[in-house]
């Protein structure tokens, strides 16, 4: 599965950036998608997980980013989205979208491409 992770950039804290996971080779609404973080020096993060597009079940925020993003899926243009409000200095790291082709969260960090920085910074 090849994942592709956008929308990144340089952001003023209090902020909203929306980042897009694609992928050229594989339909999204067949696996549970999430969201990693990484910074350098730092363990990743799960920050968010959502199902496979056939189950409407809740979709998982770790503490750190509940209330301020959102997680949705667009099964007409192949995509996942994270959308980030109200950004904090600590948010800034790389963005990883992942799957390990399961259809429900928990997901492992199997299947992962190129992640998008965000820096959150005045």
């Known amino acids: 599965v090849q994942l592709q992770a956008s929308g990144g950039g340089l952001v003023q804290p209090g902020g909203s950036l929306r980042l897009s996971c694609a992928s050229p080779?594989?339909?999204?609404?067949?696996?549970?998608i999430a969201w990693f973080r990484q910074e350098p020096g730092k363990d990743r993060e799960v920050v968010s997980c959502?199902?496979?597009?056939?189950?409407?079940?809740?979709?998982y925020y770790s503490d750190s980013v509940k209330g301020r993003f959102t997680i949705s899926r667009d099964g007409a243009k192949n995509l996942v989205y994270l959308h980030m409000d109200n950004l904090k200095p600590e948010d800034t790291a790389v963005y990883h979208c992942?799957?390990?082709?399961?259809?429900?969260?928990?997901?492992?960090?199997?299947?992962w491409g190129q992640g998008t920085q965000v820096t959150v910074s005045s």
């Open positions: 992942a799957t390990d082709r399961t259809v429900t969260c928990p997901v492992d960090y199997k299947y």
């Open positions: 959502i199902n496979y597009g056939y189950e409407t079940g809740a979709p």
């Open positions: 080779t594989n339909t999204l609404d067949y696996y549970a």
